[in-house]
């Protein structure tokens, strides 16, 4: 369950952020072999941090595919920063990493 | 005996309220971070583009087509389970990227809300439940933008 792969690398005056996270993404709408329905179990954010100050904020629905793929674009660091990366599902659980900008 | 008693009681007492307590932290932390974080459940929950529309902007708001977002998508998703969209504008002064597929049970798929001096260059993999039309909605300065792309799904990926 738990695991976030992310990659940040500097592209000009940007950095693109690349994160793989392992997560079930449960919809609720699936049923069991026994015709019960699997309660939702998904992401429903992923925060990217620096220094304390938010630099992108996503919101997941249960529509997103199971260990979500997330690229983003972030402004104002360069290589050597340090991003924080983590998400926070629907059942309150939580995780974060962080990643030095390549 | 008696004192023995008068604090067992004070103890009994103090360890219940404790107990007391430490529950509503329990139910704080488990209601606080959709809370905190402000999560739009009416609008993941919406049945349709409508609805979730309504959920999501306080006033009616009709998109504006726009040749500035560029909307990546497949024509055709062999696996409605995975399918990458990917979504970039050019457009100034961009807030929020809403990505929405109009014939999912429920068509909100993911927000982005862009900090200060990002780009407006997100790519994510969502489910298809069936062939439906992906649509990419971009706040900037006040205005909501959109664009279109139509994706045949194969099999799909929302289960039932």
Known sequence: MAGIKAKAKQKGDFVELKTLMKHPMETGLRKDKKGVKIPAHHITEITVKSAGKV???VEYGPAISKNPYTSVVIGGKKTGDTLNVGWVDNTGKSENIDVVVK | MQKINKERRTLLKGSAMAIALG????AQLLTA?????AWPKDAFAGRSVDEVMAALFDEKVVPVDSGD???KAPDIAENGAVVPISVESSLPNIKRIIILVEDNPTPMVASFILGEGA????????????????????ESEGNV?????NVKVTIGGCGG
């Open chain 1, 55 to 57: 630099l992108m904020t």
């Open chain 2, 69 to 71: 977002i560029f909307l």
């Open chain 2, 145 to 149: 933008y959109a664009a279109r792309k």
């Open chain 2, 119 to 138: 780009k407006a260059d997100v790519s994510t993999r969502i489910k298809m439940g069936k062939t439906s039309n992906v649509v990419a909605l971009i």
């Open chain 2, 23 to 26: 529950m509503t932290g329990i």
């Open chain 2, 33 to 37: 971070p959709q809370a905190f974080a």
